[in-house]
């Protein structure tokens, strides 16, 4: 490999392909395909190719029972996460100081989006609550966002929601940054089943005691 020229601390190989080889087998490459790939172990770990697309754990084809990672593969796909196994495999898990809690999984056929919930995780726990009253606090509504107006969806507004069920809600209402620019309110609709299924058994219970009298 020629060097032909040196531009300030920088090096141009001009139509050569550059290799920074640490011990045969761990590398960094830049090719003239416009290819720049990371090794480690004498296995490519890592790739951005020609269109500017980020591979982890792969080249480009997917193989082994493992999750692998593409960024920018196509204009309606920004991320790619693909495993060739069928079993349950886990492609996220989220942990804090207290462990894990929450994990994203897929198996043969669908997608479990978890969050914590082992027994162990829990005390004082009781179903001996009015889940009634609370459900008939909660406003369903039916709108269009501001930036899709001709779409019409269900749903509620977040701060609404968060005086029912505070754990279901990001952020607060007319939150702003330190620059003053609106910090949007989220919910997690998913939050709002106990409560649901809570108000249908209590639902249940006084049908079955009219249908009793």
Known sequence: M???KVRGAGVDFDGQDIVLDAD?????AAGTDDVITVSSAGSERLRINAQGHLFLGTSSTFDGNIYQLEIGQLTNRGI?????????????IVQNDNGS???ISTNG????????SDHRLKENVTA???ATTRLKQLNPIRFNFIADPDTTVDGFLAHE???VVPEAITGSKDEVDDNGNPVMQGI?????????VKTIQELEARIAALEAG
């Open 2 to 4: 020629a060097l032909t």
């Open 188 to 196: 997690d609709q998913a939050k709002l089943v106990p409560l649901l």
């Open 128 to 130: 001996n609550w009015d």
């Open 24 to 28: 045969g087998d761990t590398k960094i």
């Open 161 to 163: 929601v968060q005086t």
């Open 80 to 92: 790619l996460l693909h495993t060739t196994g069928t079993s349950t495999n886990y492609a996220l």
């Open 101 to 103: 809690v929450g994990s």
């Open 109 to 116: 056929s669908s997608t479990t989006f978890a969050t914590s």
